[in-house]
């Protein structure tokens, strides 16, 4: 399978827990942007990778997260202290060349914090 | 600031019939338009896009979408709807040479026999 994966597909924490979730993009692609939604509402952008170099990061992306991507391949996303309203799907997608080319996303992760 | 806005965020059609999804953009600079399907537990494909030139776009499974900068619109249409068109749909930009994707809080098309 070539395509963006994640994993797990789906985690349940507990209020105050820390968990990390990881994507793998496609293998050639450069660029890697992890989006979050939220039920009846499309994705938000969270931030951007460029190779390893994190170019931007939203103002929904507070210190309690964290987005790494090591040597430019996998991306780990953690989030510190959970709280329920990060309940969320947490979409990886990742791109070639040029900004406005296609973004090819991943199945997403699934978190609900009890 | 960017901002995408889709009307009806639940749109219901017959089997063979026209599907119209509307999408209105709001940008400050020429965008790059998106849309893109989602099945459920599945992620996002993309449909179709818009960058520059012909302003009729085609994408797959026989979409279509036409920029229109006067009206700041790219509605979506597909002149016969099947059953396996039913998911949730987004329209997204991309505005200028920003990386990120705004999306419109999408449509779900229900296609009924």
């Known amino acids: 399978d070539t395509g963006v994966s994640q994993n797990p597909r789906h985690k349940i924490t507990k209020r105050g827990q820390n968990v990390t979730f990881r994507c793998d993009p496609i293998s050639e692609h450069n660029r890697l942007y992890w989006y979050r939604q939220t039920l009846g509402q499309g994705p938000e952008f969270l931030t951007y990778f460029q190779n390893e170099a994190q170019l931007e990061k939203s103002r929904l992306l507070s210190d309690r997260f964290s987005a790494e991507r090591p040597k430019g391949s996998f991306s780990t996303l953690e989030i510190q202290r959970t709280e329920q309203g990060d309940s969320a799907m947490y979409l990886c997608?990742?791109?070639?060349?040029?900004?406005?080319?296609?973004?090819?996303f991943g199945p997403g992760t699934r978190l609900t914090v009890l | 600031a960017q901002s995408v806005t889709q009307l009806g965020s639940h749109v219901s059609v017959s089997e063979g019939a026209l599907v119209l999804l509307r999408c209105n953009y709001s940008s400050s600079v020429p965008p790059y338009l998106f849309w893109y399907v989602q099945y459920p537990n599945q992620g996002l494909q993309l449909l179709l896009k818009y960058t520059t030139g012909a302003t009729l776009v085609k994408g797959i499974n026989g979409f279509e979408a036409e920029f229109k900068k006067s009206e700041t619109s790219f509605h979506l249409t597909k002149p016969s709807a099947h059953m396996s068109d039913a998911a949730e749909y987004f329209c997204?930009?991309?505005?200028?040479?920003?990386?990120?994707?705004?999306f419109g809080t999408g449509t779900l098309l229900a296609v009924q026999p």
């Open positions: 997204a930009v991309t505005p200028g040479a920003t990386n990120k994707l705004i």
């Open positions: 997608a990742s791109g070639a060349g040029l900004a406005y080319n296609e973004q090819f």
